[in-house]
């Protein structure tokens, strides 16, 4: 199992996505727009950020769009 790092601020760092792959650390990268969740989603986990804005009424169809994604929700 690998040790999570996660970026400052919910977005994507693709800089940083080298260095925790190296690393071997699972980078938890976040975004609110179903494209950015299915960018961080791709490489494993995705930080929807800020959760509280939608809630559980914007998770349900966002999850309905990105199928098999993983995205905890933040803030």
């Known amino acids: 199992m ?5 970026p400052p601020g919910p977005f994507q760092v693709p ?3 080298p260095v925790a792959d190296a690393a071997d650390r699972l980078l938890v990268e976040g ?3 179903p494209s ?3 960018t961080a989603a791709n490489r494993g986990v995705a930080k929807l950020f800020p959760a509280h804005v939608g ?12 199928p ?5 929700a933040t803030g």
């Open 2 to 6: 690998r040790t999570p790092a996660t």
């Open 15 to 17: 800089e940083v996505r």
């Open 31 to 33: 975004g609110l727009t």
């Open 36 to 38: 950015e969740l299915r």
């Open 55 to 66: 809630g559980i009424q914007y998770l349900k169809p966002l999850l309905a769009v990105l």
């Open 68 to 72: 098999g994604a993983r995205v905890m």
